[in-house]
């Protein structure tokens, strides 16, 4: 059943990763399609700015309107960025190569990109994001209703996802908070040899509560607030998909993140396939593993969507 947007509000989700090539466009092409499958209206925003690929694993070939265009305001709404992907309820804003820089030096450029894309009008919205922790990166992780880390079991994706939610949780921390001092002793903790001994979302606590009882409150609200989502892509075993748990025990003890896992995407050649037709693979290969995969946990983005609108309901 198609969710009406006078029924449900409008989510957003940012689709991130501390690590390039962990599958994070392949995903989020797959998950917009599911969604779309099921009557929504879905709108992808591709900010993998340094390789923006979307548009490739849709079949779109260029040239068309992009990101880029909105910035140097050619075109002067993001909604007439818009481009029809061929699928139906399905729409693609593709990115540009600049604009990550170009938000990294102009503030108020990022802060429009970021307004523009909440307003676009969609049942959802679906931001794939480039890798690393930029500045930028985490201001577009942050935005969402609910961020989603896209990794692999390589000991370098896990501990790049690590890194990569240490700097998000900071960067929210130090926007929450009004004292100077409490943003300086969150500037220093972002730096793992600092001298006060902060290496964890704990040490830190102990810090801005020596300063600011009230600060420290903050902080603590903030963390719970804070509830990221984990993909694991690329299993091929029973032990694969165990490092998922492990990284949300990790989270919850070292770091105080009450992190989702959403599941896995199992290992399947027929993957690689789909991406040289430059056709999502639950069009190409409905039926192959990690497209029923990927449908279980679009499934569950649905439903935790109807779920949390529902408490919404009753709350209110």
């Known amino acids: 059943m198609k969710p009406s947007r006078n029924q449900n509000p409008q989510i957003l989700w940012t689709i991130g990763g501390g690590k390039g090539g962990s599958g994070k466009s392949f995903l989020a092409?797959?998950?917009?399609?599911?969604?779309?499958?099921l009557g929504a209206e879905v709108i992808l925003v591709d900010a993998d700015l340094g390789g923006a690929n979307l548009?490739?694993?849709?079949?779109?070939?260029?040239?068309?309107?992009?990101?880029s265009d909105f910035m140097r305001r050619r075109i002067p709404h993001l909604r007439d960025v818009l481009i029809a992907t061929g699928i139906p309820n399905l729409q693609l804003i593709t990115g540009a190569q600049d604009l990550l820089n170009a938000a990294d030096s102009k503030n108020l450029q990022k802060r429009r990109v970021l307004r523009s894309i909440k307003a676009l009008e969609g049942d959802y919205i679906l931001v794939d994001l480039g890798g690393g922790n930029a500045v930028s990166v985490l201001?577009?992780?942050?935005?969402?209703?609910?961020?989603?880390l896209?990794?692999?079991?390589?000991?370098?994706?896990?501990?790049?996802?690590y890194r990569f939610l240490k700097s998000a949780l900071y960067r929210k921390l130090r926007q929450s908070v009004s004292s100077h001092l409490v943003k300086s002793l969150i500037d220093a903790a972002m730096d793992g040899k600092n001298e006060m001994g902060i290496r964890n979302p704990h040490d830190l606590l102990r810090e801005v509560r020596q300063l600011s009882h009230?600060?420290?409150?903050?902080?603590?609200?903030?963390?719970?607030?804070?509830?990221?989502?984990?993909i694991l892509n690329q299993v091929q075993s029973k032990k694969d998909v165990e490092i998922g748990f492990s990284i949300?025990?990790?989270?919850?003890?070292?770091?105080?993140?009450?992190?989702?896992?959403?599941?896995?995407?199992?290992?399947?050649?027929?993957?690689?396939?789909?991406?040289?037709?430059?056709?999502?693979?639950?069009?190409?290969?409905?039926?192959?593993?990690?497209?029923?995969?990927?449908t279980e946990i679009a499934s569950k983005l649905a439903n935790s969507h109807q779920r949390s609108f529902s408490f919404e309901r009753t709350v209110r």
Not at 29 to 37: D, E, T
Not at 214 to 229: C, D, Q, T, W, Y
């Open 214 to 230: 009230e600060e420290g409150e903050r902080v603590i609200e903030e963390v719970k607030a804070f509830r990221p989502n984990l």
């Open 139 to 148: 201001d577009f992780f942050l935005m969402s209703d609910g961020g989603i």
């Open 55 to 67: 548009h490739t694993l849709l079949g779109i070939l260029p040239p068309f309107p992009s990101l």
């Open 150 to 161: 896209v990794v692999t079991p390589e000991p370098t994706s896990i501990e790049n996802t």
């Open 29 to 37: 092409a797959n998950i917009g399609v599911c969604l779309s499958r």
């Open 248 to 294: 949300r025990s990790a989270c919850r003890k070292y770091f105080g993140i009450h992190l989702h896992y959403l599941g896995y995407i199992v290992y399947d050649q027929e993957v690689g396939s789909s991406i040289r037709k430059r056709r999502p693979l639950i069009l190409e290969h409905d039926r192959s593993k990690a497209a029923q995969c990927i």
